[in-house]
């Protein structure tokens, strides 16, 4: 615990209005997560973090009841109404009364953010014993964000918003990333002479960096280096570009690591998905959420894979399969056209093309278990309506509705017999054309 001394604040007020939507800004997922939990993860993967702030205002109790649900080192705090960044932070005074050492800001809507490049950046800035540092990027195209304004020595004088910038400091290229890391101690007391006397009314973040200089403290920028990290999100089109950026960085990871991609522009994988070496991935899979899979498997073309597969080695899944918490062991088929849904599959178990694994009550609004057992088969077009189980090297016939627990061994037949009706067609021609009924 000795290196867990950071606080985190994670701003997350704002409304979002770009994003047209009634769902607060940072609960939008991309993969089944709120951007919201890849700030907290990224945060929480340096290892210093003692414990999250994280500052809700608009839509505050969806947001705290994700923040409740998705971790258990973050407390949420309230902002009503929202007057601006440096208001926003004053919020956590309260919640930081005892607290000596380094705050670390971010904002809730930059899912890219990676958590080396945070632990780097706390790590600068404590090693350069600065009461304050921001993090800046070099942008070709700064619109938009607050300006980083040095003095002719190079070294830090303050932050203009665009919004209260002149022509002179608006052509300036390094921005304001909207991180920060300060000594809570010193700054803090700072807050209290923040003004809304700027374009926005508002009480700016950004003004605490001219003050702590003011009062001769150190103050510093740290330079990202790599500009995606703080790509932030404003509007459903941001949403799709930090989509692919993300799955660019998944892919190109778990490649490294082993993984074949037959195409990495049309697979999508969850940054909390891992997967094993030589296994293969084929053009259009999706997988979502919290996954394992294990080594020379081969999932896809067309598979979708959705949150809490658990699937051994040497397993394929193939076209147009769906599968969403279920246990699949090694050495397991499941190849064509099926869903399984909150199923156990053991090892060596093969599922025919179609089957269906029926998991959901629609009139309880429950949903049950399928176990299919070692080694046990079910045939084409079948459908398990759990919750059921078949035992070790049991087979279901083609085309059955599997409502009870088939024993080991066992052969279950659920379906109409077959009839044939011999010369049928011949028969129903010559009664046509005898003109009969
Ligand atoms: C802010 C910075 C700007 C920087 C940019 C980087 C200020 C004044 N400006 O601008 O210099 O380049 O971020 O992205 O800080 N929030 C609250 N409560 C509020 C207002 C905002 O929690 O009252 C939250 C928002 O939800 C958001 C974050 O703070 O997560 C940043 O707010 P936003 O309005 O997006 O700031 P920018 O105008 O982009
Ligand atoms: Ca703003």
Redesign the pocket.
């Known amino acids: 615990m000795e290196n867990k001394k950071v606080i985190s604040v994670v701003?997350?007020?704002?409304?979002?209005t770009r994003m047209k939507s009634n769902l607060p800004?940072?609960l939008h997922p991309i993969y089944s997560k709120p951007l919201l939990g890849y700030v907290i993860d990224a945060v929480n993967g340096t290892g210093l973090i003692r414990e999250n702030i994280v500052?809700v205002?608009?839509g505050a109790e969806e947001v705290e009841k994700f923040v409740k649900e998705y971790t258990n080192n973050a407390i949420c705090k309230l902002?009503t109404p929202?007057?601006?960044?440096?208001?926003?932070v004053a919020k956590a005074e309260s919640l930081l009364k005892e607290f000596k050492g380094t705050v670390l800001v971010v904002?809730?809507?930059?899912p890219l953010i990676r958590s080396e490049t945070l632990k780097d950046f706390i790590e600068t800035h404590e090693k350069n014993k600065s009461a304050l540092t921001v993090m800046s990027a070099i942008f070709d195209n700064p619109a938009?964000?607050?300006r980083i304004v040095r003095n002719e020595d190079g070294s830090l004088k303050c932050?203009t918003?665009e919004k209260d910038a002149d022509s002179t400091i608006k052509r300036i290229k390094e921005?304001?990333?909207?991180i920060y890391c300060f000594d809570k101690e010193v700054v803090f007391p700072l807050f209290s002479e923040l003004k809304c006397n700027n374009a926005?009314g508002?009480y700016?973040?950004?003004d605490i960096v001219a003050k702590v200089i003011e009062k001769g403290m150190k103050a510093e920028a740290y330079t990202l280096k790599n500009n995606e990290e703080?790509f932030?999100i404003?509007s459903k089109t941001n949403l799709a570009q930090a989509t692919k950026i993300l799955n660019a960085r998944t892919n190109a990871k778990l490649m490294e690591e082993g993984v074949t991609i037959v195409d990495p522009e049309t697979v999508y994988i969850s940054p909390d998905t891992a997967i094993g070496k030589d296994t293969i991935i084929f053009p259009n899979v999706y997988i979502s959420g919290k996954n394992t899979i294990g080594t020379n498997c081969k999932i896809g073309p067309f598979a979708h894979i959705r949150d809490g597969a658990e699937i051994g080695n040497n397993v394929r899944i193939g076209n147009f399969v769906e599968i969403k918490k279920s246990i699949i062991k090694s050495n397991t088929n499941v190849s064509h056209l099926s869903y399984i849904g909150d199923s156990e599959l053991g090892e060596h178990v093969n599922i025919g093309a179609g089957t269906i694994t029926a998991n959901y009550d629609p009139v309880l609004k429950t949903k049950t278990k399928t176990i299919i057992k070692d080694g046990a088969n079910t045939g084409s077009n079948s459908v398990l309506v759990a919750p059921v189980t078949m035992q070790e090297n049991s087979m279901c016939a083609a085309g059955s509705v599997i409502t009870k627990d088939v024993e080991a061994n066992a052969l279950v037949i659920n379906r109409a017999p077959l009839k044939i009706f011999k010369d049928w067609v011949t028969e129903r021609l010559k009664k046509g054309e005898s003109g009969g009924k």
């Open positions: 701003l997350a007020a704002g409304k979002g800004k940072v500052i205002g608009h902002q929202q007057r601006g960044t440096g208001d926003a904002c809730g809507d930059t938009n964000y607050g932050i918003e921005i304001n990333a909207g926005q508002e700016y973040l950004t703080i932030g404003n």
